[in-house]
């Protein structure tokens, strides 16, 4: 096989985990600029949306010490430490914004605030010294860090390592946050000193940083285990030369290869798959092959792909269960220096035909299973998963459900597997541990609808079934009293909602709320375990998908006196702040809470003459305007 050269529009590399969908960047070929930042934000916003509070069991596996189980790498100092020894000071680990959440003012404001691409672990006194400032090089070098350099007061440089990775973070919060859903719109600039701004420094010097350290095995383990818990990727890990594209004003190739999809997402073992997409302008025939191997760096076989009904088409022929293909488009060149489309993967699905006991009879009529310290093999759709197992289910109704021990398993929501284990009761709780066989199925399958009921009605019927009780009543806030357990009640009775590390911000008493979950079971209580915020439904504090926040100012320009009117009522969180051009904070106003308009006089307040960044932030979103004040 003669040695292969790619024009580097899509990088190649070897992944652990299974990475993108196949055509997840379709769509982004022929584009360059604001164009191409504008397509990847539309990619990868509305992501799944993490509590700040459980970021931390998320870089416990994304940033994991792969020889020492149970460590972190901490990014600046580079030492191993304990993934959970998280604290305030000294050398506790702290979860580092590598995006200073200062620079925006984001604090506490999701998704921003809890957005896992842009979290690391740090050491604290570390994390305190490079505080918020800029990245750049810079003077002196860290006497704790000591491969990082600091400038005090306006720059911060990571250890060369990372360098890369802290480049392709910033880079992912400039084009993940653009204004939509009421979230900031962030931007990179050519310099530092940017707080308070929305803004983060330096581009000269983190497109520097881009190109001579490229992603390693660890930065695309990252980015895989990231995209497994809020399903959306760092685009510029998977390819560093989009930064290039939208930043460093770099040339299109000739010839864009895109609209790249598969005959079948997840063939049966020895079914071959048919691969297309399309190329313009129209190439050579011949010149276009598809290759494919065993993995992201390694693919060694290829045929020719042929042209017809406006797609270039190429079949890879079957093969065993469960073996993972890599696979790409490639227009060959005469200079070697082949175009090649990004690197997409697919798994062979697993054949199962021995006996299968149904989830149905291993819950039993009874409160104890009929299968007690057996072994069985069962099959189900995953429905949740948390640090020390997860939920699966097989169709709608009662004993449909069964909670899966297996602890720092990761299945993602909507797989579809079939595994083997024992049949345990804990505390009245039928369970699955001891797993020794899993296989994927088939993974993104739809998963069953929770059950509406009453409180009354949650019981062992129930048990580890998908279920919402709406519109019920806060009648106990106090979580952190009662094993962080809530409880809610909708007139029949009462049942305990379970924090599980996800809803971090306190209830509201007599608040209705409409909270949906696996029914679990455990110290003779019955309780309702979140998966993530969107199972607690309450508009007054959290936005339903796609909701934001706009802010109105009038007059403007003005000379002193101004209405700021908001499109939904303040909050008891809502806050009203004023920077001058250099970001400096000139005047915090709290609104009244349910107010949409709040009238001020800026003379009044101190300001002078000079245009102002007014920014609206409340619990969850943000918005902001532009303000002139001239009293001439």
């Given amino acids: 096989m003669r040695k292969k050269f790619c024009f580097i529009l899509f990088l190649v590399f070897p992944l652990a985990l299974l990475s993108q969908p196949v055509g997840y960047y379709n769509g982004t070929e022929g584009l360059k600029g604001e164009a191409l930042k504008m397509k990847l934000h539309e990619i990868i916003r509305n992501h799944h949306s993490l509590s700040y509070f459980f970021s931390k069991y998320v870089l416990y596996y994304s940033d994991a010490d792969p020889e020492i189980p149970g460590n972190v790498i901490l990014v600046y100092t580079g030492r191993?430490?304990?993934?959970?020894?998280?604290?305030s000071g000294g050398n506790k680990l702290n979860r580092e914004h590598v995006w200073a959440k200062s620079h925006g003012q984001f604090e506490d404001i999701l998704p921003m605030h809890s957005d896992v691409h842009n979290l690391k672990p740090a050491d604290a006194s570390v994390n305190s010294s490079r505080s918020n400032m800029d990245f750049d090089y810079s003077l002196y070098y860290h006497n704790e860090a000591t491969q990082c350099k600091f400038t005090p007061g306006e720059s911060w440089e990571p250890r060369d390592d990372v360098k890369g990775d802290i480049a392709r973070i910033i880079f992912y919060m400039d084009a993940r946050y653009k204004w939509t859903n009421g979230e900031s719109n962030l931007t990179v600039v050519n310099r530092v000193n940017t707080y308070p701004l929305p803004e983060h420094g330096k581009?000269?010097?983190?497109?520097?940083?881009?190109?001579?350290?490229?992603?390693?095995?660890?930065?695309?383990?990252?980015?895989?285990?990231?995209?497994?818990?809020?399903?959306?990727?760092?685009?510029?890990?998977?390819?560093?030369?989009f930064i290039e594209l939208i930043w460093g004003n770099a040339d299109l190739p000739d010839f864009a290869i895109g609209n790249i999809a598969i005959s079948n997402a997840q063939p049966a073992a020895n079914e071959s798959v048919i691969v297309s997409g399309s190329i313009n302008p129209m190439p050579v025939a011949g010149n276009v092959r598809l290759y494919w191997g065993d993995s992201f760096n390694n693919l060694q076989d290829y045929t020719d792909m042929t042209f017809s009904d406006g797609q270039w088409?190429?079949?890879?022929?079957?093969?065993?269960?469960?073996?993972?293909?890599?696979?790409?488009?490639?227009?060959?060149?005469?200079?070697?220096?082949?175009?090649?489309?990004?690197?997409?993967?697919?798994?062979?699905?697993?054949?199962?035909?021995?006996?299968?006991t149904p989830i149905i009879n291993i819950q039993g009529t009874g409160d104890y299973s009929p299968f007690e310290n057996q072994m069985v093999t069962t099959t189900g759709i995953v429905t949740a998963f948390y640090t020390n197992g997860y939920f699966i289910q097989a169709g709608n109704g009662p004993r449909a459900g069964l909670f899966v021990y297996q602890s720092g398993f990761f299945p993602a929501i909507g797989d579809s597997i079939v595994l083997t284990g024992m049949v345990k009761e804990y505390y009245g709780m039928t369970e699955m541990t001891n797993v020794s066989m899993y296989k994927l199925i088939k993974n993104e399958r739809v998963v069953p609808e929770p059950a509406v009921l009453t409180a009354n009605e949650m019981g062992e019927d129930w048990e580890s079934v998908l279920v919402r009780i709406p519109e019920a009543v806060c009648t106990y806030s106090q979580h952190w009293n009662n094993s962080g357990m809530w409880r809610v009640s909708d007139g029949t009775g009462q049942v305990n909602v379970h924090n599980n590390d996800v809803f971090e911000f306190d209830p509201v008493l007599n608040e209705h709320y409409t909270v949906t979950g696996p029914l679990n079971y455990n110290y003779s209580?019955?309780?309702?375990?979140?998966?993530?915020?969107?199972?607690?439904?309450?508009?007054?504090?959290?936005?339903?998908?796609?909701?934001?926040?706009?802010?109105?100012?009038?007059?403007?320009?003005?000379?002193?006196?101004?209405?700021?009117?908001?499109?939904?009522?303040?909050?008891?969180?809502?806050?009203?702040?004023?920077?001058d051009v250099l970001g400096q904070e000139k005047l915090v106003i709290f609104p009244e809470t349910g107010s949409k308009s709040t009238g001020l006089n800026l003379n009044h307040a101190g300001l002078k003459d000079g245009l102002y960044i007014l920014l609206y932030t409340d619990k969850f979103l943000s918005a902001s305007s532009k303000i002139m004040l001239k009293t001439q």
């Fill in 80 to 87: 191993s430490q304990d993934g959970m020894d998280y604290g």
């Fill in 203 to 241: 581009l000269s010097a983190l497109l520097e940083w881009n190109l001579m350290d490229n992603p390693d095995q660890f930065e695309r383990n990252r980015n895989n285990v990231i995209y497994q818990f809020q399903k959306n990727r760092n685009p510029f890990v998977d390819n560093p030369y």
């Fill in 313 to 356: 088409r190429g079949e890879i022929p079957g093969y065993s269960e469960e073996t993972i293909i890599c696979f790409s488009i490639q227009l060959i060149q005469e200079t070697g220096k082949n175009i090649c489309s990004p690197v997409y993967n697919y798994r062979v699905a697993a054949n199962w035909s021995g006996e299968i």
């Fill in 525 to 579: 209580e019955w309780k309702i375990e979140l998966r993530s915020l969107r199972d607690v439904s309450d508009p007054t504090t959290i936005p339903e998908e796609g909701k934001k926040v706009t802010v109105f100012v009038y007059p403007n320009p003005t000379s002193g006196e101004i209405v700021v009117n908001l499109s939904d009522p303040a909050s008891q969180k809502s806050k009203l702040t004023f920077f």
